[in-house]
Structures are given as structure tokens and as C-alpha cells.
């Protein structure tokens, strides 16, 4: 049987098998995956699927309808192991007349060196960062600054300032807004939680070995970013001060997440259904 050339997200909801999640993640594979891969790209939009339940409005880009997310996947030769991974994040956005959902995502990309993805596939950590990425592409750490939920930007402490993440991370032991990355330089910094704060959560700067959790943090700060989300469908979460003992030393960084974002395009009010 030949692979699909295309995935379609489903609700992950026990209680609710038969329902499929009103969002939906399409990705389309264009190339240079194996089906391993793909599986990795298709449990990764089932697990933000599982958090991000509500329809966004429906959106035409180049002439195709698109109901919630696209995103296009494929592998292809960089630079071989290490160095750069790829490129991920959104390139259409939604218009700023969509409402709560202005700006976000409708298309985006997720394009990975095949030499790269061996790799993680044989460190056992593939899931993780394809799910890591995936969530770039919905907006986390894409999108912060033009949803105006980053603050002190090259500061040296830049923070997300949305009201639900905060509030997950005060849940945690935390104080103040939710700390941001600092180090890594572009790409890395001020795009996802800091590392030293937050270490093994699924949207740190470094990918840690398997068991990177999608925390009701995250789950929060896709509410502030606009969509309809179930924070009871995150994933259990500790600071790791507050881990099991041993957790936190024992968790081994894998890779920093070495990818470019590509520039993105706000789709014009008349490409809104409805
Ligand atoms: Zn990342």
C-alpha cells in the first residue's frame, strides 16, 4: 500500500472516540520521508489537536480552502548531521480582520534535513521535536511579538506576558510573566521557554531525551495567542526543582533547536469564508 500523501489530525480524547476535534491539522507530505517520519508528523498533530479544540474560521490561500491548519512537511538534504535542522513556522497568516483569530496560522512549513531526522529517529527523541517544531508553526514563539505577548525584547530577560500562561506558570511556583530563552542566539532565544526555568517542558530551547511534556503552561499560551483550548488535555508537568528525584539531573539535553522561521504573510480580509 503506497503512504498517504496527507495526514488529518484527530481529537485524542478518550471520551470522545468517535468524535473527530472540531481543529483540524492537515499535513501534507511532499517529499523525502520515510513513513516513520510520517507517523512522527501525524502523532504530533494529533497531540496538538488533543489541546487546541475549537474551528478557526475558514480561510482560501492560492486558491485552496483551508479548515483549521496546512502544513506542508518534507525532507531534504542541508548540511547533514547537526548544524541546521531546517525550517519551521507559519507563512500564512490568518487576516486581522479574523477577529480572536487574526494572525493566526493557516499555512505553514516544516522542512527537515534527512540526515537530521535519522538522527533523532535513533536517539529515540523524533517525536518530541516534530512535535516541538510543529507547535513553532502554530505560533508558539512565531508569533509572540506580532500578538504583542513579548516583552523586553533584547533585553537579556525577555518574558510572555498572555494572562493564561501566566496564570500556569504562577500554578507551577512561578512569579511574574513566564520567563523566555536568553541564550542560543536567533532562532533559540526569545522563542521559546527558557531553558534553565523550564529544562525537559516540550517548548524549551533544547530538546531533552524522550518525555518532553506539553504542559497546561503551553497549553495556556496557545489561549492567549486566540484559540479555543483544553488545558486539562496538557500533559503532566513539573518545574524540575519540584520533579521526582533524580528527574531533573538525570534529564540529558539532546539538541538545540536549530531551525529558521520563514517569513510569513498576512492573508488579505477577502480570503475569510464566511
Ligand atoms: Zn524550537
Known sequence: MPAADHYLSRSGHAAQAVAESPFTIEVRFTGGLSDRQRAAFASAADRWSQVIVGDLPS?????????????VAEGADIDGTGQVLGQAGPTHLRPESAGVA?????????????????AL????????VIAHEM????????????????AGSGSGDPTFTGAGAVAEWGALGGSGDVPVENTGGPGTAEGHWRESVFADELMSGFISEAGNPLSRMTAASLRDLG??????????????AAAPAGRAAAVRRLARCAVTVPTAVVLPGSSLLG
Open 135 to 150: 507547535g513553532h508553526v502554530l505560533g508558539i514563539g512565531t508569533l509572540w511579538e506580532a500578538k504583542g505577548l513579548l
Open 121 to 128: 529517529q535513533a536517539d529515540g527523541s523524533l517525536d518530541d
Open 227 to 240: 484559540y479555543d483550548v483544553a488545558l486539562d488535555a496538557a500533559e503532566a508537568y513539573a518545574l524540575p
Open 59 to 71: 480561510v482560501v490561500v492560492d486558491g485552496e480552502t483551508i479548515d483549521d491548519v496546512l502544513i
Open 102 to 118: 487574526a494572525l493566526l496560522p493557516a499555512r505553514g512549513e516544516m522542512t527537515f534535513d534527512s540526515a537530521d531526522l535519522a
